[in-house]
């Protein structure tokens, strides 16, 4: 009787013992299933977070790409506008140059005309009647020769008067006459008739200076005139 109240007791001990361990067992596997549907959630979560993150990194890498061509494109239009300036540029300073270009003077040489000489004919060429010392038989009293008359040589330019005047601001019509004189074929006492600017009287003596003549005598008073018309 007592050894089955003591196996009855050990019975009841050892069921008990069997459903607690049972149900602790139970309880966690609920605890770990319920751990695993959080995880399962969790790795969702992250899922959706990476797949939001790829979106944001597509995102900034098509906007980077279109900051990058309107840098292009906005390079491309800078470089087109410093063409434009530096044409318009070129334009502008190429107007200002002939806007401002002094006048070029027409220039007239006007050229000395020797006269021709004209034959002496003597006191009665032409008319076929002898008088005086000829009737009477006398001897003829002929005049004394007037001295040969020298002109002024030619002149040969190697340079035309423009060249020497082309830099100088003339701002009216010029006329005067240049009056050297000759020794041995070089000019020298050189003197103007007629009012002219400094420079333009520089440039001209210049000029003369630079004359060659087809003569090299000695000759004074040799002229040549000139006309500058604007």
């Known amino acids: 009787m007592k050894f089955k109240i003591i196996f009855g007791m050990v ?12 149900t602790t067992t139970a309880g966690g596997i609920t605890e770990n299933k319920a751990g695993l549907t959080r995880l399962n959630k969790s790795f969702l ?14 995102l900034i890498e098509s906007t980077r790409e279109s900051y990058r061509n309107s840098l292009v494109d906005l390079s491309d239009r800078v470089s087109l ?31 000395y005309i020797e006269p021709e000489p004209t034959e002496e004919l003597g006191v009665n060429a032409g008319l076929g009647v002898l008088t005086g010392t000829q009737v009477l038989g006398q001897p003829e009293i002929l005049p ?3 001295p040969e008359l020298m002109t002024c040589p030619k002149v040969r330019s190697t340079k035309p008067y423009g060249d020497y005047i082309e830099n ?7 006329k005067f006459t240049v009056i050297y004189d000759l020794f041995n074929g070089n000019v020298v006492n050189v003197q103007y008739d007629g009012k002219i600017p400094n420079k333009v009287k520089q440039a001209t003596l210049n000029y003369v200076m630079d004359l060659e003549f087809d003569n090299p005598i000695t000759i ?10 604007i």
């Open 81 to 111: 506008m410093e063409e434009t300036n530096s044409e318009i540029y070129r334009i502008l300073n190429d107007l200002d140059e002939r806007l401002n270009k002094p006048p070029v003077a027409t220039v007239v040489i006007e050229k």
């Open 11 to 22: 019975l009841v001990a050892s069921m008990a013992s069997v459903y607690s361990i049972v």
């Open 220 to 229: 004074t008073g040799c002229t040549l005139p000139f006309t500058i018309n």
């Open 45 to 58: 979560s992250l899922s959706e977070e990476f797949e939001s993150v790829g979106r944001q990194a597509e």
């Open 168 to 174: 100088i601001t003339i701002k009216r019509t010029l």
């Open 144 to 146: 004394e020769p007037e």
